[in-house]
């Protein structure tokens, strides 16, 4: 059953022969899946699993800034635990003296990407926090303060889908839900992996946790192909992995 509905606050205003006879039906089977990838997206899946960066720098074709305060410190870390070993991409700066703290969301944007509707999902594991312990997915991104967000937050222990528009960060209410109710309760381990999911189509939104339904949202702020990205909050320290997009 779907999480409890969420009413929470908190703003952001700012993944030969024989043996090669064998083999044959695998590949006719992988060929049959990217061709059906391709007829029904336009372009294939790609995942980015960071293992090819280089450790202690952005991975290359990813911008990172910040709505608010300092440039954000994100970099390519070493995690035996990660999904698929060894690296991942973490946003581990803390806010300095002077910021904002609630108001500060470090993100990191890929570049060359634009995607109207589609599937994203990101492997995500919350470290630590005092005022926030999140990782979001961020889509349909147009700049810092205009883009589609769904958070997962190990502090609340809530998901919720947001828009960014002209900086101020606003909850969208579930489909079918009662008034002033967004997102949902559900359990958000800390220190540990867990899958964030977003299918968008248009206006509708269905969101997910590992692998489970969790939420519908119509909204239609946001109509035109945008960047696809990863987002934190606050002095919130996450790791990414796995980052998957399908779309066009």
């Not at 470290?127 to 769904?150: C, I, P, S, T, W």
């Not at 899958?195 to 269905?206: A, D, E, Y």
């Amino acid at each position: 059953m779907p999480g409890k509905l969420w009413r929470g606050t908190g703003g952001c205003y700012n993944g030969d022969g024989p043996r090669q006879r064998a083999a044959l039906p695998h590949v006719r089977m992988r060929t049959f899946g990217w061709l059906m990838s391709l007829a029904l997206w336009g372009t294939v899946t790609q995942t980015i699993n960071f293992d090819s960066a280089k450790p202690g720098s952005v991975p290359a074709g990813w911008t990172v800034t910040s709505n608010a305060g300092a440039a954000p410190l994100w970099e390519i870390l070493k995690d035996p635990s990660a999904p698929s070993p060894p690296y991942v991409l973490a946003e581990i700066s803390r806010y300095a003296a002077g910021d904002a703290a609630g108001d500060r969301c470090p993100l990191a944007i890929l570049n060359k990407t634009n995607v109207k509707d589609g599937d994203l999902s990101v492997q995500v594991k919350p470290v630590a926090g005092k005022e926030d312990r999140a990782g979001g997915l961020v889509f349909r991104y147009r700049d810092a303060e205009n883009y589609y967000l769904v958070r997962a937050n190990a502090l609340e222990n809530s998901i919720v889908l947001y828009k960014v528009e002209d900086g101020k960060r606003t909850p969208l209410a579930s489909r079918d839900a009662p008034a002033k109710s967004f997102g949902v309760r559900h359990p958000v381990p800390l220190n540990q992996w867990s899958v964030l999911k977003v299918q968008f189509r248009g206006p509708l939104f269905s969101v997910y946790f590992n692998h489970r339904r969790l939420f519908e949202v119509l909204d239609s702020t946001f109509s035109q192909p945008g960047k696809v990205g990863l987002w934190t909050k606050a002095d919130g320290i996450t790791y990414f992995d796995d980052f998957r997009i399908a779309g066009k």
